[in-house]
């Protein structure tokens, strides 16, 4: 049975990385007795695929995970096992039964649409992001490779303010297999501080539907 996560990683376990994550999700099914299936092979792996990595100190509301479990189970008590074995900074959303033939989330992701908060101001923020947006290209270096930034950038807006005052971006950035946008990468080429400011993933973004809705 390939049952369909969609959680969030909260506050709590905002340092946490990615293959940390992914035991504590391997861990929280095992608390909740659910049958795990494993592959096969010589050194078996638990069935579970993430949609997509999410960075050291990002939160998010929108994690997707296909987990395949070895019997068919009604989907509300796989639901409530799970809610009531979540650690602090997992919060199960949903989950719904996925067909067998599905593409993986990974296959079908495009886009990813973040929410940032800049804890330092950049000065004339909005005119850089117009600047941005008007660009042909942005050539950047990421690990000693070049790569162009613009086409990664699919929207680019500035919000209102949070309630404490600062300044708020939403982006939405390609995920696609080698064309990945990364917003700490957006907030370097607007000039602001990488460090001084918070990232939270709004929504993943498929190229068909892969929710029960």
Same mark, same amino acid.
């Given at each position: 049975? +390939?049952?369909?996560?969609?959680?969030?990683?909260?506050?709590?376990?905002?340092?946490?990385?990615?293959?940390? !994550?992914?035991?504590?999700?391997?861990?929280?099914? +095992? +608390?909740?007795?659910?049958?795990?299936?494993?592959?096969?092979?010589?050194?078996?792996?638990?069935?579970?695929?993430?949609?997509?990595?999410?960075?050291?100190?990002?939160?998010?509301?929108?994690?997707?995970?296909?987990?395949?479990?070895?019997?068919?189970?009604?989907?509300?008590?796989?639901?409530?096992? $799970?809610?009531?074995?979540?650690?602090?900074?997992?919060?199960?959303?949903?989950?719904?039964?996925?067909?067998?033939?599905?593409?993986?989330?990974?296959?079908?992701?495009?886009?990813?649409?973040?929410?940032?908060?800049?804890?330092?101001?950049?000065?004339? $923020?909005?005119?850089?992001?117009?600047?941005?947006?008007?660009?042909?290209? !942005?050539?950047?270096?990421?690990?000693?490779?070049?790569?162009?930034?613009?086409?990664?950038?699919?929207?680019?807006?500035? !919000?209102?303010?949070?309630?404490?005052?600062?300044?708020?971006?939403?982006?939405?950035?390609?995920?696609?297999?080698?064309?990945?946008?990364?917003?700490?990468?957006?907030?370097?080429?607007?000039?602001?501080?990488?460090?001084?400011?918070?990232?939270?993933?709004?929504? !993943?973004?498929?190229?068909?539907?892969?929710?029960?809705?």
């Amino acid at each position: 049975m +390939r049952i369909r996560l969609l959680f969030a990683k909260t506050e709590a376990m905002r340092f946490t990385g990615h293959l940390d !994550l992914f035991r504590a999700i391997e861990r929280m099914i +095992r +608390r909740s007795r659910l049958p795990l299936a494993y592959s096969q092979g010589f050194k078996p792996h638990p069935r579970i695929n993430l949609a997509s990595a999410l960075p050291l100190g990002f939160t998010s509301d929108a994690e997707m995970a296909d987990i395949w479990l070895q019997e068919e189970i009604p989907v509300e008590l796989i639901q409530r096992a $799970l809610q009531d074995a979540a650690p602090p900074g997992i919060l199960i959303h949903s989950c719904f039964p996925a067909a067998p033939q599905a593409s993986s989330l990974q296959a079908d992701l495009v886009a990813c649409d973040y929410l940032v908060t800049l804890l330092e101001p950049i000065p004339n $923020l909005e005119s850089k992001v117009d600047a941005i947006l008007a660009a042909s290209e !942005l050539p950047r270096q990421r690990r000693n490779k070049s790569y162009d930034l613009r086409p990664l950038i699919e929207q680019l807006q500035v !919000l209102s303010p949070s309630q404490a005052g600062f300044a708020r971006l939403y982006m939405r950035l390609a995920a696609r297999e080698g064309a990945t946008g990364r917003p700490e990468e957006v907030v370097a080429e607007l000039g602001g501080d990488t460090l001084a400011a918070r990232y939270h993933r709004l929504r !993943l973004v498929f190229s068909s539907p892969v929710t029960s809705n």
